[in-house]
């Protein structure tokens, strides 16, 4: 039986075991959270890189048609048109991201109006030479007028359809972002894989997510990159994943989550909305049946009757 001294040997040495095992612990935890912290910056610096390699080829050379459309807007005092931000956001909703989208955009509604009231001007003087001047006026009015809302109308139109086309393709984006996170993927390599899988089923949300990947990897605000998302797209469904996001990187909570969570919302609503556009058809189909289909139909119902009876009196 071993003696007191003995014991109070072996305790010691119990203890001290587990005390360095204590601070061996504590040493590779902080070594482990060092090395994660050292791959998270090498691969942001991994992805500036790239992202810089891509733009090494891109040159921008001045375009004189552009230098001579500024200048022109220049004489009349609208450089601060041209630098309006709410122009130049609804340009990049409509995919128009080139530094000569706003001057060309302000060039257009300038022009517009006079291009309009000559184009009127020679139609009136060609084929309306006899008509009354009221007439000649409206006519010129609606040339003037035209002109004036014709650019707000095509950059109107290419918005919508865009934002069409992003929301078609957002909810597979999302499902499939959802997979890169829960396999293990970070942020910025899901949405890089995402950029990659969406390239040619969806280009314009392809380009979107790819430049907020960019912007992540150069921007010190990762909230900046996902407000500038929000606001390049103009959804709403958008405006929630760039919300969610800052929330989850804000307050700590898991990424795959809240990424789960807006993918089941999305498919419901998309649910919902195929279910709204079935609902309406019969109403649709009202007046096409009433116009085409019932007079078609009594024609070959009653057509042989009728001309039986035609034979039969003649």
């Excluded at 080829?57 to 230098?67: A, K």
């Excluded at 919302?265 to 709204?276: G, H, L, P, S, V």
């Amino acid at each position: 039986m071993p003696s007191l001294s003995q014991l109070v040997i072996i305790v010691a040495a119990i203890a001290a075991f587990a005390s360095v095992m204590a601070l061996g612990v504590q040493l590779s935890s902080r070594d482990q959270l060092a090395n994660r912290l050292k791959a998270v910056a090498r691969r942001r610096q991994e992805l500036s890189a790239r992202q810089r390699d891509s733009l090494k080829g891109v040159r921008f050379q001045p375009n004189r048609r552009v230098s001579w459309m500024k200048s022109v807007l220049g004489r009349l005092n609208l450089q601060q048109a041209i630098d309006d931000p709410a122009i130049k956001m609804r340009l990049g909703q409509a995919g128009w991201r080139r530094p000569s989208a706003a001057v060309t955009y302000i060039f257009a509604r300038v022009a517009g109006p006079v291009a309009g009231f000559a184009l009127a001007l020679l139609y009136t003087a060609s084929a309306f030479a006899q008509a009354p001047f009221l007439t000649k006026a409206m006519i010129l009015l609606a040339g003037t007028a035209a002109g004036h809302y014709l650019p707000a109308i095509l950059v109107a139109n290419a918005v919508q359809k865009r934002q069409q086309a992003l929301a078609r393709g957002f909810p597979d984006a999302l499902d499939l972002m959802v997979i890169c996170v829960e396999a293990g993927l970070s942020v910025e390599a899901a949405l890089l894989k995402v950029t990659d899988e969406m390239a040619n089923s969806a280009p314009e949300l392809a380009e979107e997510i790819g430049l907020t990947a960019a912007e992540l990897a150069f921007l010190g605000d990762r909230r900046q990159a996902w407000d500038n998302l929000a606001e390049r797209t103009g959804l709403a469904q958008v405006k929630s994943l760039s919300t969610a996001l800052v929330q989850s990187e804000k307050y700590g909570t898991p990424v795959a989550q809240a990424l789960r969570v807006l993918s089941q919302e999305n498919r419901e609503t998309r649910m919902a909305a195929a279910e709204k556009k079935a609902a309406s058809l019969p109403a649709k189909l009202t007046v096409p049946m009433i116009v085409f289909f019932l007079p078609v139909l009594f024609i070959v119902i009653a057509g042989p009757a009728a001309i039986q009876v035609i034979a039969a009196w003649k």
